[in-house]
Each structure stands twice: as structure tokens, then as C-alpha cells.
């Protein structure tokens, strides 16, 4: 039984698939962050452009 347990003590292979499934996860979230900070800012560009297209196409008021 200890023979058993001191070779389950030594076992580090799941110990890198831990490690690997972490860095994936790491990698995701900075993606996520990534990608919903440049959506705000994309939107806010469109919204501006938007705005001054609806301004520059109002006629003129004699």
C-alpha cells in the first residue's frame, strides 16, 4: 500500500495538464477583456460618426 501511495506522490502528469488547462484559462479571460474593451470602444466610434453624419446631413434653417 505505501509503495502505491509513494508512486501516486511522484505522478506529475496531471499536475501538467492542470497547469496547461490554467494558461488556457488565463489566455481566455485576457481575450475576453480584450475584446470587450475594443467592442465599447468600437461602439462609441460608430455612435460618433453616427451622430455628426445625422448633424452634417440636417438642412439648413433660413
Known amino acids: 500500500m505505501t509503495k502505491l501511495f509513494a508512486r501516486f506522490a511522484k505522478d506529475e502528469s496531471g ?21 470587450t474593451t475594443l467592442g465599447t470602444n468600437i461602439s462609441t466610434t460608430f455612435e460618433t460618426v453616427s451622430d455628426r453624419l445625422e448633424t452634417a446631413n440636417t438642412p439648413a434653417t433660413p
Open 15 to 35: 499536475a501538467t495538464a492542470i497547469e496547461y488547462g490554467l494558461i488556457a484559462a488565463l489566455i481566455a479571460v485576457g481575450i475576453i477583456g480584450a475584446a
